[in-house]
Every structure is written in C-alpha cells, then in structure tokens.
C-alpha cells in the first residue's frame, strides 16, 4: 500500500492491484449494473475503486463502505481530493451486524472480501442481499475462488495457505458453495468472467418470487 495527501492532509491509501484490476472490473460493470440508481459497495478498501466507478459511471450514485476507520478516512481523502456529485460519503457497515445502515441500494458490488472474512460475512452478504436487492438487482463478486472441478494454480494455493496461517476463518471460498449460498436467497448465477491474476467477475442477480 502506498498513500497520497489529499486537500485536508488526510492520507488516501493506494493499492497497485487496484490500478492493474479496475479497468477489466468496470467493463463487467457496465455490462450488469443499472442504468441508474443506488450501488453500495461493501468492503471499500482505500476507496480507489469508488472514485473510479463513480466517475466512469456517472448516472449512478455511489455508496461506498468499510468496517475499518482507518479504510473509512482513506475512502474520505480521496473524495476530498476529486470531488464527484454522485460519489457518496463512505459509511461504516459490517456485513455481520444487521440491520445495514444502508438498505435502499439498487446493485451491490463486492471486491476482495469473501477471501478476508469469516464465512459468516459471505453468508450476511447473501442473506442482505437476497432480502433487500430489487427484483432483479444484481450483487457483484470479484477475487480469488476455488472450483471443484479444477486445482488452484499454484500462485492462488500459495496465497490461500497464507490467509489461512494468518487467521483459520479466512480462506478462499469455492464457488459452488457461494452459489449455494446465494441461492438459498434467490439469488441465481448468472455469470463468470475471468479475469487478471487468477481472478473472477461472478455476477449473481436477485430472482423473482415466482421465478
């Protein structure tokens, strides 16, 4: 992590991979995301990628998030520094205490957590999700996932065994069973898309009650 002084001398953190990996993420957002409308972003990080979708996706609002204070003060350096009308302040929102502070969003977008987080948080994620997502409103994945009818390539097995050394909750998670969990809240797989680094778009999308 690098970081930048922002206007007010708070310092926003930056990450390398996010610069490698937001181009290839906007292009599946463009694709799947509203036209317009809320999108909470959960686990905003340095809150590089917020000011990025923002300012590409102009017609929506942003809502970025964290858990993290000092996460929450980089999201805000960056807004500081690039104002943008349709990006939002950041709030602080774990997954795993409920009620959300935000519920009124229209698409969730989700980068790099499931892998950092107990299994408890992915199965919040779904259960918010399947309860407060619009009929088909889309919850966007993206990072690491396992698959069962394929190894780890080496580079993901080595970075999995590290994040379960550092904390035996974490771990990357396999598709199959966050599918699962998805569905048990109708949300439905609609699409995978590879990308850089060993890495997946997956698109889940809320289904009707009668679908």
């Known amino acids: 992590m690098h970081s930048m002084d922002s206007l007010h001398g708070q310092r926003g953190l930056s990450s390398p991979a996010t610069a490698r990996n937001r181009e ?3 292009a599946v957002l463009r694709d799947v995301l509203p036209a317009r409308g809320k999108v909470l972003e959960i686990a905003s990080g340095s809150g590089e990628h917020a000011l990025h979708f923002a300012r590409h996706l102009s017609s929506l609002q942003w809502q ?3 858990p993290s204070e000092q996460a929450l003060g980089s999201i805000a350096a960056w807004r500081d520094a690039d104002p943008l009308v349709n990006l939002l302040e950041p709030i602080r929102l774990d997954v795993t205490e409920r009620p959300w502070p935000c519920r009124d969003f229209d698409a969730l977008v989700c980068i790099n957590m499931l892998h950092i987080s107990p299994w408890q948080a992915t199965q919040a994620l779904m259960d918010e ?3 407060h997502l619009p009929v088909n409103g889309v919850l966007y994945l993206y990072g690491p996932f396992q698959r069962h009818d394929r190894p780890l390539v080496p580079s993901n097995a080595a970075f999995d065994a590290d994040l379960r050394r550092r904390d035996p909750q974490w771990g990357i998670r396999h598709l199959e069973e966050v599918q699962a969990q ?6 439905v797989l609609e699409r995978i898309v590879e990308m850089p680094a060993n890495n997946l778009s997956v698109v889940l999308r809320r289904q009707g009650e009668d679908a």
């Open 129 to 131: 999700a399947g309860a």
């Open 64 to 66: 970025p998030s964290d």
């Open 24 to 26: 290839p993420i906007l």
């Open 182 to 187: 998805g569905e048990m809240h109708g949300l």
